[in-house]
């Protein structure tokens, strides 16, 4: 059976857009849940979503994961992990089996909210979208700020856009890791991996996670972010070699054709 082929110019390419790209945050957008109502209701949604995670990134999907040990001892305070982003729906649903799923938030696409329902949830669900405008960033990072403050585990994939069972890394930005240095918390690499085939045709896939890394205090804040992402790249193209099974192809466009 052939492989379905993704074409891209770039590493850094979109390439599965969906009807919401366009999607626009309001202006009064509210980033945290407030009040007693609003804190009823995110405790609903990440019951409710920890349960359908177990089901599907457990049982539907068979992810195994590799040194979850390693955040037991940070459970109680703020930690940031950063990924590869190669599941559309499992790198939703899995990080709340991995942190405590009552603190965990992670950055997202804009183009989410834009989802019928789903999109009215994310919010409850932890999910912070990335600021489109001057002023939504500068509300992004109170938010985050406020967060890190109540000890959140904060999901980041630093890739940005998801590129379906893509088993090498694409380079990401060292800006990625400004909240980690602004904060000085501990930052853990998830890298998901695919090896081989199960009974249903289908790759195993495999989580790794690796850290805590903190970067040198002596450093500069630019220097101590670069550091910082050296070594969750490199730990991501580590784990990245354990792949042995490629169930799409990607190849680049030919710019002259």
Known sequence: MNQKTYYYDSLTDDIVESRHQDYQLPSDYQWLPRGLWQSLIRWLVRT???GFAFIYTRLFCGVKIVNLAKLKPFRQQAYIIYGNHTQPVNDVFMPLLITNPYHFYALAAPANWGIPIIGKLLKYG???PTGQTQSQLRSMIDAIDQ?????????IYPEAHVWPSYTKIRPF?????RFAVSHQ????VMTTTYQGKRWTGQPKIVVYLDGPYQAPTNLKTKAQQKWLH?????????????????QFNYQKEDANQ
């Open 147 to 155: 967060l890190m403050h109540q000890a959140g585990h904060l999901v």
């Open 185 to 188: 918390v501990p930052t853990f």
């Open 230 to 246: 050296d070594q969750v790249s490199r730990q991501m193209q580590q784990r990245a070699q354990l792949n042995t099974y490629q």
């Open 173 to 177: 930005a060292t800006s990625s890791f």
């Open 126 to 128: 932890g999910a912070i």
């Open 48 to 50: 409710g979503a920890t």
